[in-house]
């Protein structure tokens, strides 16, 4: 039976492509009902799309999986933004206030606008994260209602580069599929893998993905910090095949005996590893190499984590993603890091029912795609699809996907999390302009009504205005008397 009400979400990641449709229940849990894996290693580096026409294509061919599982045509999907080029800046806007002026949410929305509204040379702000209000001399979360003569927002913007923007979208309206929604990627998947006390309290998430490891840090449920490392596992497995052997090869070997931490006297010296039928390579080497990259990858994290907060994470340090999976993964993390609270998240915390292997396996690889999925909130059900194929049957007409499902929304009204597809853009620059130009108007027509008004008084306060006045006056008193 064809499914009428359901979320589909796609992740571009830099090994895989994958989609996934779920239903949402009353209960609060999510019913999967189809799922999808492409391989993208040829077209998406570092998470970055780097060929259009094949990441076109890709996507198309998982949406016609989809429907093909789903016997329903996708209207639109949820899609996440990752990848290399993703920083975080940190950014001030100040605005100085009459005396005795309480603060107002317009105020505040002013202040958002036009930290939006800042220009990086080759970047796009894809987020911005409110870190705290200046009051005077006080930081407040929340400056509404507070009397004051200096107001200023802290701002975290989250910055990307405008060719790879560009690009994603390019891929998307290439491929004749609509976006409902843009999500920064690793908000989704803290959103779904951290708890609230963690958050709070300070923590910060690593995701060690194949191509990249994404480092965010929280404390009090701000996002304080985001990079990502151009390092991640696949890096191991191309030291692994220095040992001349296929990549393939070595990525099994990884699997089969790569652990994060050995002890030194739990080495076996004598014991060697198979390569292949006629070769093999010492135990001893083999985990020289692993952790030796490993090593790197985690002294990157741990620079990646401002010093305010090094000794502050009470929630600690969050593993998830493929790489979370290694043996001993969090006995090398507190080596390096010296965090002795360490978690793996292998799964999201929200309720998931399936029957799908990949989702079933638990093992942190489908975790942002699931956080995805968990932040949609609008239909993506269109059309159920014919599987008789009758020619003789009156064509259903299909659901328009070029109609943007959502408003356009102004810089301070984005939520959280959310990033603005490049239509919304030019949806939302129009509405500013047109507004501008009202303004513009108004504006002008009170200043032709000051002039006017001006022009009327100079009239009665001139001297021949006086005088003829008089003259009536005069005459008006004469005819009076008579």
Known sequence: MAAKDFIVAIELG?????????????NGSIQILAVVKEDSSSFIRKGVVYNIDKTAQCLTSIIKKLEAQLKTEITQVYVGVGGQSIRSVRNVIAKDLPSETIVTQDMVIELMDANRNMKYQDQEILDAAVQEYKVGSQLQIDPVGIQATHLEGNFLNILERNSFYKNLNKCFETAGINVAEMFLAPLALADCVLTEAEKRSGCALVDLGADTTTVSVFSKNIL??????????????????????????????KLKYASAFTDNNDIDSELKYSIDTDRQIES???????????????????????????????????????????????????????????????????????????IKAHNGMMNTVLGLLIKGDINCAGNEIDQNGD???????????????RPARQPGEVPPGVIQTANEKKQAEEIRRRQQEEEDREKLEQELRQKEEEERIRKENSFWNKALKGIKQFGKSIVEEE
């Open 14 to 26: 830099s090994s895989k492509m994958t989609g996934i449709a779920g239903q949402k229940n009353l």
């Open 224 to 253: 304080r910090h985001l990079a990502v490392i151009p390092l991640g596992c696949n890096n191991i497995t191309k030291d692994i095949a220095t040992l001349q052997m296929e990549e393939a090869d070595a990525e099994q070997m």
């Open 284 to 358: 001893r080497k083999f985990i020289e190499i692993v952790e030796g990259r490993l090593e790197e990858i985690i002294e990157n994290v741990w620079y990646q984590i401002p010093s305010e907060y090094s000794d502050k994470l009470l929630g600690g340090i969050i593993l998830t993603g493929g790489g979370s999976n290694m043996k001993n993964i969090e006995k090398a993390f507190t080596n390096h890091t010296h965090v002795d609270k360490i978690r793996v998240a292998k799964f999201v915390t929200q309720t998931v029912i399936s029957n799908h292997d990949l």
């Open 391 to 405: 020619l003789f049957s009156t064509p259903k007409q299909p659901t328009p996907t070029t109609v943007d499902p």
